[in-house]
């Protein structure tokens, strides 16, 4: 017998009990953006290859090694999208969406990344990205981290830092990077492998090192801050100021640099040490330079992206009550007339009761065995109607959770006491 078909590995399935807990977290997140009047943007999965390697970096991790690229039968390499934000640049541009304009936008969905997966670390990952194009001051950075804030609020997440750091300008980092290179080839028999193949191409990254081998030498490394440029500095020091004033505690890291090269001034990430090695549940920064690099005319740009995956486990490792959209109702049906007025009935429901979840059941089946279902579905009650109570307009009201007795009322009547035991189960 052949072997049965499998997921790809790191592509994980979202199965039905798992997948209430994302509707609510993006629910959420979809609420907070849109909070702050951001409105939303969909992308394509696939992109031009180009697109990545010009914007990400050519002698980053991702281009090197994560992009799942492949050439179409037209003969163009194309890339399922690793990250958000080229796209996002691409479709503004493309659309006219950018020239002497302010736009804040925001995007959800999958992203694909050909890494070794482990816990909070997939090849299919998905991400809520939100960006703000138009806007250079320090204002637009703190709103986007009040936002964040905002959301580990309303998740009910406290296990969090926030860690800022300016990079400065191009310029301002490139005397920066030509003072770690020295000092780092001098120190050459202390680098580890990945630390040398980065020496020449992203020396910035071996900043970024987890090796605890490398941290005493990462620590005396030259500061970054000591090489920013006034005008980036002072952006830097007014956005402190604007955190302070919104009550946003923060660390300032100098070793923070993130791994994409359109990186400049302002980048950022929120991390946790409930998570093992995957501490990083948000991230971001400025990138005032990537619009014109890909061929547009100078806009400012500030976005972030968080990691849904990343933020379910957190919520998971806190002990957080998800909702599980378990059916309100499991309606009972048995005889010929049951079904063709239950059925109907439980439209009728659905109509007058806004946001009822009522499971009917198909595919007869004993009275047992029925309500073995019912029990199974997670529902609060069972209505229960059989023939008899189908020619009299009756249903039999039953709780499934409690041992208060079960109640017999007119099909009208019912309608009216579900809205009360919805009502008080939502303000309970």
Same mark, same amino acid.
């Given at each position: 017998?052949?072997?049965?078909?499998?997921?790809?590995?790191?592509?994980?399935?979202?199965?039905?009990?798992?997948?209430?807990?994302?509707?609510?977290?993006?629910?959420?997140?979809?609420?907070?953006?849109?909070?702050?009047?951001?409105?939303?943007?969909r992308l394509p999965l696939l992109e031009k290859t180009e697109l990545f390697r010009r914007s990400?970096?050519?002698?980053?991790?991702?281009?090197?090694?994560?992009?799942?690229?492949?050439?179409?039968?037209?003969?163009?390499?194309?890339?399922?999208?690793?990250?958000?934000?080229?796209? $996002?640049?691409?479709? $503004?541009?493309?659309?006219?969406?950018?020239?002497?304009?302010?736009?804040?936008?925001?995007?959800?969905?999958?992203?694909?990344?050909?890494?070794?997966?482990?816990?909070?670390?997939?090849?299919?990952?998905?991400?809520?990205?939100?960006?703000?194009?138009?806007?250079?001051?320090?204002?637009?950075?703190?709103?986007?981290?009040?936002?964040?804030?905002?959301?580990?609020?309303?998740?009910?997440?406290?296990?969090?830092?926030?860690?800022?750091?300016?990079?400065?300008?191009?310029?301002?980092?490139?005397?920066?990077?030509?003072?770690?290179?020295?000092?780092?080839?001098?120190?050459?028999?202390?680098?580890?492998?990945?630390?040398?193949?980065?020496?020449?191409?992203?020396?910035?990254?071996?900043?970024?090192?987890?090796?605890?081998?490398?941290?005493?030498?990462?620590?005396?490394?030259?500061?970054?801050?000591?090489?920013?440029?006034?005008?980036?500095?002072?952006?830097?020091?007014?956005? $402190?100021?604007?955190?302070?004033?919104?009550?946003?505690?923060?660390?300032?890291?100098?070793?923070?640099?993130?791994?994409?090269?359109?990186?400049?001034?302002?980048?950022?990430?929120?991390?946790?040490?409930?998570?093992?090695?995957?501490?990083?549940?948000?991230?971001?920064?400025?990138?005032?330079?990537?619009?014109?690099?890909?061929?547009?005319?100078?806009?400012?740009?500030?976005?972030?992206?968080?990691?849904?995956?990343?933020?379910?486990?957190?919520?998971?490792?806190?002990?957080?009550?998800?909702?599980?959209?378990?059916?309100?109702?499991?309606?009972?049906?048995?005889?010929?007339?049951?079904?063709?007025?239950?059925?109907?009935?439980?439209?009728?429901?659905?109509?007058?009761?806004?946001?009822?979840?009522?499971?009917?059941? $198909?595919?007869?089946?004993?009275?047992?065995?029925?309500?073995?279902?019912?029990?199974?579905?997670?529902?609060?009650?069972?209505?229960?109607?059989?023939?008899?109570?189908?020619?009299?307009?009756?249903?039999?009201?039953?709780?499934?959770?409690?041992?208060?007795?079960?109640?017999?009322?007119?099909?009208?009547?019912?309608?009216?006491?579900?809205?009360?035991?919805?009502?008080?189960?939502?303000?309970?």
């Amino acid at each position: 017998m052949a072997n049965t078909i499998q997921a790809i590995r790191g592509m994980k399935d979202i199965l039905p009990g798992e997948s209430s807990s994302w509707q609510y977290l993006e629910d959420t997140l979809r609420g907070v953006v849109h909070a702050y009047g951001y409105r939303e943007i969909r992308l394509p999965l696939l992109e031009k290859t180009e697109l990545f390697r010009r914007s990400i970096g050519e002698v980053t991790d991702i281009v090197e090694k994560e992009m799942y690229t492949f050439d179409d039968r037209n003969g163009d390499s194309l890339t399922l999208r690793p990250e958000g934000t080229a796209s $996002c640049v691409r479709a $503004c541009m493309e659309h006219g969406l950018l020239h002497n304009q302010v736009q804040r936008l925001w995007y959800m969905g999958p992203m694909f990344r050909h890494e070794r997966p482990q816990k909070g670390r997939y090849r299919q990952f998905h991400q809520i990205g939100v960006e703000a194009f138009g806007l250079e001051g320090p204002d637009i950075d703190a709103e986007m981290l009040m936002m964040t804030a905002r959301m580990w609020k309303q998740l009910g997440i406290s296990d969090v830092v926030l860690q800022i750091n300016s990079l400065g300008t191009p310029r301002s980092r490139a005397s920066y990077r030509a003072a770690l290179v020295d000092y780092l080839a001098g120190e050459k028999s202390s680098l580890d492998e990945d630390s040398l193949r980065r020496l020449e191409s992203n020396p910035l990254r071996i900043l970024d090192s987890k090796n605890p081998d490398m941290r005493q030498l990462i620590e005396a490394a030259p500061s970054l801050p000591d090489y920013l440029d006034d005008d980036s500095r002072a952006h830097f020091e007014a956005l $402190c100021l604007l955190l302070d004033a919104a009550n946003i505690g923060y660390e300032v890291n100098p070793r923070l640099v993130r791994g994409l090269d359109y990186y400049t001034r302002t980048v950022f990430e929120w991390v946790t040490d409930s998570l093992g090695a995957q501490g990083t549940i948000c991230a971001g920064g400025r990138y005032d330079g990537l619009v014109e690099y890909l061929g547009g005319k100078p806009a400012p740009a500030f976005g972030f992206a968080l990691g849904l995956e990343r933020l379910l486990a957190l919520l998971a490792t806190g002990g957080a009550t998800l909702p599980d959209n378990a059916p309100h109702i499991y309606l009972v049906l048995n005889g010929d007339k049951a079904v063709h007025r239950g059925l109907v009935f439980a439209d009728e429901l659905r109509d007058v009761i806004p946001g009822l979840r009522l499971l009917a059941n $198909c595919g007869n089946g004993s009275f047992k065995s029925q309500f073995k279902r019912a029990d199974k579905s997670g529902a609060q009650y069972a209505l229960v109607i059989g023939d008899d109570e189908a020619e009299q307009g009756n249903v039999v009201l039953k709780p499934l959770r409690s041992e208060s007795g079960q109640k017999v009322y007119t099909q009208e009547e019912t309608a009216k006491r579900l809205l009360d035991l919805l009502e008080l189960e939502r303000t309970a």
